[in-house]
């Protein structure tokens, strides 16, 4: 059905490696869902960190092995024991009857772990499930799809949806700690951003099978983490009503991918054109592509996109107010660059109609700070 | 941000260097300041890395944890770094003056850590040690639970607009100057300090790209870089468990050596740095009503010290219901003081007020200062009134109570109308307090002609709100923490709780 925009994405992506959405892309749709680039990048599944470094850009994204080691040690010791952990705090912390049945571990069928066998696999287990006959009480690696921008991407939570109570729970396992019953909310928002896009996969599965989703799916996402200063795992619902609805607003109002490609430029691709594993690309040639498509930059990007320090030194070489953030930028409704902001301060430049009252305002701030400037030059 | 803050911000984008957005530095910098820059493990739950410590650029202490996930070495740590702190806190409780509720030191302790990082870094800590015990099979040094909760005071002081007891560096920097970059990049030291003042030979472009390399400017922390994690620190702790478990001193040592001396190349830029910035921060004059607010942390400190003196329990994990809304109206209060004593003190912070029309300022136009009243009680009373013309986009409303920055601090108005008139705004306001009497006016008591003129609104005294004592609560609106487990038992607990592996 998607043949056409496949093809075009595979081109885009070149002779690269398929990339699956992970936590970041998933994070960055929600913090820029208007990017165009990132969209394609993501869509076509390119390798946005090795183009990034290519293009003279190298991200600074990188996980430090203790974080990895503890992570990984964590997730080990909930899952330990036939789940021993996690089935304790889902009943004595959170009070939920989870019944004694088994667990299915879905990270592959038979030896087959290709993603849309996987994800055939699940659904068919998951629906079952839900219609009371499932068998299990634990889905370990189920493989979801979502649809982002008119196109089928797959997930794999590296996580638990358990049925209790008769309804599924999205569980996230993570290594930060809940202290004294908080967590940082800067990391729980990030670790529900997953969720949430998992929680919206599983609702569309289970809507197609002709299933009440919200009432099959909870929006509470159950948060497992350390308690305290220890390694003993502690669980809390966090509420993700609002971060769903506005996630599945987001996807809803995201520009089709199809349209996207078909406004691109015929032949356009990011292959970086590897041999022997270098990437031998010129790479004004990729930093051509890029520019051909649009970024909608700002200062959240650095923490959710490989891109980050690319699009920024594309954004400063334009003198753009993106670089200062939606905070000072939403002052100069309607201007774009630093270069326009000055000129209509100081008058040089005639504002439109849409922009004269916040020229007003503009010329009145900057009539403040002459005044200032004139007063306190050289003090301090 | 305001219209003249964001504008700040692209002049400083557009000359690519940082400007001034105030006049003065409105936090009191100490003489002596105690710099402490936490190090912390990555993914661990506040496990300490290293720390270095010192009142004087010159006076550096390091202490590194060899084996964060070591119990035994986390706790030592805390000692050490105990030691140094409470010993640089006990030597502020010298000079006390005033007598019965009004003694209190002369002078109070300073804490500045990079970022607010630094000060979660110092809040976990606090945590980790205030509950411990000093007997028992999990006992830790005395000085630990000291540490602890002299370190929760000091983090719970911080929270407070306005207060100095705990800075982080980046904001006391970016409360004077703005930069041509986001506030996000700004929590940077390295970033920050590239705008403001560029090492000598370098522009601020190049300066800022080597803020973000991690080889050239280390991050300030708390967390390390991955890459120095994954290439230099994984092997070297690794190195010395090994010489650890096998019982080899000598490779021990040297392990021991090398960890000490790959963390300090990763934490001395960062100390130059601090004491780069505070030096820079030394030469903006610091704000009249600075002194005022200082001497509010100097009660808070004597206080704190006799409640320590007194071997006051440790602060509780969390606040009850009543504690939590006391505290809340507190730091709602204190954060409505310091705005306005910054507008009061400091004409930029005051033109950021103007320009969203909550202050304004400009030229008496016209002035009635004999005007008489019959109060309500039939007196006669002085109720003088001007008029000011102001480009200001006013947006305060009749009756607003109002003091100005530019009269005696006894002077009061009110605010009668506000009337545009030819693109200016004309505001007429009643002078309250400081006229004097029908009788006696008081020479100076109502703005004069032609003068400039600006005000403000009143941030007003208000009582303090009254909550009702914790016993009469109803029950809906205790805190889970407070039912179950009463006090006493928690910090039992506590004291007994794992922190970090055993091995
Ligand atoms: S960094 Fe660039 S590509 Fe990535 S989301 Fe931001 S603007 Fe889009």
Same mark, same amino acid.
């Given at each position: ?148 921008? $008119? ?78 200063? %220890? ?44 041999? $022997? ?47 200062? $953030? ?25 504002? %439109? ?28 | ?7 700040? /911000? ?16 409105? /936090? /009191? ?34 202490? #590194? ?38 003694? @209190? ?288 986009? #006013? @947006? ?34 009643? #002078? ?29 005294? /208000? ?41």
């Amino acid at each position: 059905m998607n043949a056409p925009v496949d093809d075009r994405l595979t081109a885009l992506r070149g002779s690269a490696q398929r990339r699956a959405y992970n936590a970041r892309s998933l994070a960055a749709l929600e913090n820029n869902p208007r990017c165009t680039l990132r969209a394609l990048l993501d869509a076509s599944g390119s390798d946005k960190a090795a183009i990034a470094e290519h293009a003279g850009y190298p991200s600074a994204f990188g996980q430090s092995t203790f974080a990895l080691a503890r992570g990984n040690a964590f997730e080990a010791l909930v899952k330990a024991n036939g789940y021993a952990e996690l089935l304790r705090v889902l009943r004595e912390t959170l009070g939920l009857t989870v019944p004694e049945v088994g667990n299915r571990d879905l990270n592959d069928v038979g030896g087959d772990s290709r993603q849309e066998i996987r994800h055939t696999h699940t659904t068919r287990l998951l629906v079952k499930a839900a219609q009371g006959s499932g068998d299990s009480t634990l889905y370990d690696h189920p493989m979801l799809r979502l649809t982002v921008g $008119g196109y089928a991407v797959f997930l794999e939570p590296d996580l638990v949806a358990f049925r209790a109570d008769d309804r599924f729970y999205i569980v996230e396992i993570k290594s930060f700690p809940i202290i004294d019953g908080q967590a940082d909310p800067v990391q729980v928002k990030s670790a529900t951003t997953q969720a949430c896009a998992y929680v919206i996969a599983l609702r569309d599965m289970l809507r197609q099978a002709g299933i009440d989703p919200e009432a099959a799916v909870s929006d509470q996402i159950v948060l497992v983490a350390p308690k305290d200063f %220890t390694n003993r795992p502690t669980a809390a619902f966090v509420d993700a009503r609002k971060q769903v609805a506005a996630l599945t607003r987001q996807l809803a109002r995201l520009e089709r991918i199809k349209d996207l490609v078909e406004l691109l430029p015929e032949g356009l691709t990011f292959d970086l054109a590897p041999d $022997g594993g270098q990437a031998q690309r010129p790479v004004e040639e990729l930093t051509d592509a890029l520019d051909q498509v649009d970024a909608t930059y700002r200062p959240d990007c650095l923490n959710h996109c490989e891109m980050a320090f690319y699009c920024r030194a594309r954004a400063r070489e334009d003198a753009s107010l993106d670089i200062l $953030g939606p905070e000072a930028r939403e002052q100069f409704g309607g201007v774009d660059t630093a270069t326009m902001v000055m000129g209509l301060a100081r008058g040089e430049l005639t504002p %439109t109609a849409d922009q004269s009252e916040m020229a007003i305002a503009l010329r009145h701030a900057a009539r403040l700070r002459a005044e200032l400037d004139q007063a306190y030059r050289g003090a301090a | 941000m305001s219209m003249v803050s964001a504008l700040a /911000r692209v002049q400083a984008m557009e000359s690519m260097t940082a400007v001034k957005v105030t006049a003065f530095r409105h /936090r /009191r910098l100490s003489d002596r300041p105690l710099v402490v820059i936490p190090l912390t493990m990555a993914g661990e739950a506040g496990a300490p890395l290293a720390a270095m410590v010192g009142s004087s650029k010159r006076n550096a202490t390091l202490l #590194v944890v060899a084996q964060p996930r070591n119990r035994d070495q986390r706790f030592a740590f805390a000692a050490d770094l105990g030691e140094l702190v409470t010993e640089y806190l006990n030597s502020f409780r010298q000079d006390r003056r005033g007598e019965g509720e009004k003694s @209190r030191y002369s002078d109070a302790p300073q804490l500045l850590v990079p970022n607010t990082g630094g000060i979660k870094a110092l809040a976990d800590l606090a945590r980790m040690c205030r509950f411990r015990s000093t007997t028992g099979p999990y006992a830790v040094a005395d000085v630990v639970p000291e540490f602890g909760m002299w370190l929760t005071f000091l983090v719970e002081r911080a929270e407070q607009a306005g207060t100095c007891l705990l800075l982080p560096v980046t904001g006391m920097l970016t409360e004077h100057w703005a930069t041509g970059q986001s506030t996000l990049e700004d929590q940077n030291l390295a970033s920050l300090m590239a705008w403001i003042s560029p090492p000598p030979g370098t522009d601020v472009a190049q300066a800022m790209a080597d803020a973000e390399s991690p080889d050239i400017c280390p991050p300030a922390g708390p967390t390390t870089s991955p890459q120095f994690d994954n290439r230099d620190l994984a092997p070297a702790i690794k190195r010395f468990d090994a010489a650890h478990t096998a019982g080899d001193t000598v490779a021990l040592a040297a392990a021991q050596a090398e960890l000490r001396e790959l963390i300090a190349e990763q934490i001395q830029p960062t100390w130059r740095l601090m004491w780069d910035a505070i030096s820079l921060l030394r030469s903006v004059p610091e704000a009249p009503r600075a002194a005022a607010r200082f001497g509010r942390d100097c009660a808070a400190f004597t206080s704190y010290s006799d409640y320590r003196d007194g071997g006051g329990l440790p602060q509780r994990k969390r606040d009850t219901a009543i504690g939590a809304a006391r505290r809340l109206d507190r730091l709602e209060q204190a954060l409505v003081d310091f705005e306005s004593d910054m507008a009061f003190d400091d004409p930029f912070v005051l033109a950021d007020r103007r320009s969203v029309g909550e202050a304004f300022a400009g030229t008496v136009v016209d002035a009635d200062p004999g005007r008489v009243v019959l109060s309500d009680s039939n007196r006669r009373v002085l109720r003088p009134r001007v008029t000011i013309r102001t480009d200001d986009p #006013v @947006r305060l409303a009749a009756g607003t109570k109002l003091v100005s920055p530019h009269m005696p601090d006894s002077h009061k108005a009110r605010i009668v109308s506000v009337l545009p008139e030819g693109g200016t705004m004309l505001v007429t306001v009643e #002078v309250t307090g400081g006229m004097g009497t029908p009788r006696t006016p008081k020479a100076d008591g109502v703005p004069a002609l032609d003068r400039h003129i600006a005000y403000l609104p009143d941030p007003g005294w /208000r009582p303090a709100a009254e909550f009702p004592a914790s016993d009469s609560t109803p029950w809906t609106h205790h805190s889970p923490a407070q039912v179950p487990d009463a006090d006493a038992t928690e910090s039992e607990n506590a004291a007994a709780e794992g922190w970090g592996h055993d091995d």
